[in-house]
């Protein structure tokens, strides 16, 4: 397989697609990283801020693979809905009969990923054991009032783990009939002293939606501009003719 040029004289970007795009949090990252970005997702996403192909992300990832047209891409970013495993939905809510029924689509999404041939990233949040954790971010890291933490299996390439700043305090809101202040909010949920939808939007640096699903569903773009421009350092850009 011939792989896009990274990197061209003429200006263009990239192509990169993300599969399970939601709102847009990594794509937009991505874009800031130096990619042109296709969003795939189920659901129409109005607010997601590049071009969106609505559908199955394994149908489309499938059909692009046996057409060829995979070959227009470079990279491949994907977040596999993760309901089945995350802390979330097994732990806290487990005794409420949350969590352990939703479908895994984090094996089928690495399969067609290694049949891509490209090289990719897998993202998850905490408590997904299914896939590596070879980098895991955090807010404190990019110095946002949010930590959520997420781990990523970066297939075909590597680099290095970034240093843990020390978090600077507790995540705001009520634990356990305690309420706590500090630096962060916490982006899941709606009670317990949970964050309004504007200051989701600042702590998470995401200002294009201000739906709140998808504001607590998504990860802040300064992980995937992270990722991005450390995956784009490990190729060596090409000449143009």
């Known amino acids: 397989?011939?792989?896009?040029?990274?990197?061209?004289?003429?200006?263009?970007?990239?192509?990169?697609?993300?599969?399970?795009?939601?709102?847009?949090?990594?794509?937009?990252?991505?874009?800031?990283?130096?990619?042109?970005?296709?969003?795939?997702?189920?659901?129409?996403?109005?607010?997601?801020?590049?071009?969106?192909?609505?559908?199955?992300?394994?149908?489309?990832?499938?059909?692009?693979?046996?057409?060829?047209?995979i070959e227009r891409y470079a990279f491949v970013h994907s977040s596999p809905p993760c309901q089945a495993k995350?802390?979330?939905?097994?732990?806290?809510?487990?005794?409420?009969?949350?969590?352990?029924?939703h479908v895994d689509l984090v094996a089928p999404t690495r399969v067609l990923l290694e049949a891509s041939g490209l090289p990719y990233v897998i993202e998850q949040p905490n408590g997904q054991a299914e896939i590596r954790r070879d980098v895991w971010l955090c807010g404190e890291m990019f110095?946002?009032?949010?930590?959520?933490?997420?781990?990523?299996e970066l297939g075909g390439w590597t680099t290095a783990q970034p240093a843990h700043p020390k978090h600077r305090g507790r995540v705001r809101g009520w634990r356990h009939g305690e309420y706590h202040d500090g630096p962060y909010v916490a982006p899941y949920g709606n009670g317990g002293g949970k964050p309004s939808v504007r200051e989701l939007q600042s702590a998470m640096g995401i200002t294009w939606t201000d739906v709140r699903e998808e504001l607590t569903e998504a990860i802040p773009p300064a992980y995937t501009q992270w990722i991005g421009s450390a995956f784009l350092a490990t190729r060596t850009p090409a000449v143009a003719a």
């Open 1 to 69: 397989m011939t792989h896009p040029t990274l990197v061209r004289r003429d200006g263009h970007r990239p192509r990169l697609l993300d599969l399970y795009a939601c709102a847009g949090g990594a794509a937009m990252g991505y874009h800031r990283a130096g990619f042109d970005v296709t969003g795939v997702d189920i659901a129409p996403r109005p607010n997601y801020p590049f071009r969106l192909v609505q559908g199955n992300a394994l149908d489309v990832l499938a059909a692009l693979i046996g057409s060829g047209e």
């Open 86 to 101: 995350c802390n979330l939905s097994v732990g806290t809510n487990a005794s409420r009969g949350w969590g352990g029924t």
């Open 143 to 152: 110095s946002l009032d949010v930590l959520r933490h997420r781990n990523f």
